[in-house]
């Protein structure tokens, strides 16, 4: 998988619809190299956004918007 040498950010081509995906670079980790296995830590940006979209609405639901502001969560795109 190897290393990006102009970020310091490792080169991903396992999984191209990634949301740490940028350009074929894994931007979330400082490595990626796991010994042949799959990255556990792959989700797809449509999952990733849909999860983000469930936390955000619940985050409203308990009327947590001290949180939503302090950790700057955002509405995924297209809602609201």
Known sequence: M???KSKGLPRCAAH??????K???CVCLGDNDFY????PFYKATAQNDADR???YERLVQLGRTDLIEMYKV???YGSQ
Do not use: E, I, L
């Not at 042949?36 to 990255?39: I, P, T, V």
């Open 2 to 4: 190897g290393t990006a």
């Open 16 to 21: 191209r619809d990634c949301f740490a995906n």
């Open 53 to 55: 979209q469930k936390s």
């Open 74 to 76: 955002r509405v995924a």
């Open 23 to 25: 350009d074929g670079v």
């Open 36 to 39: 042949g296995k799959d990255c």
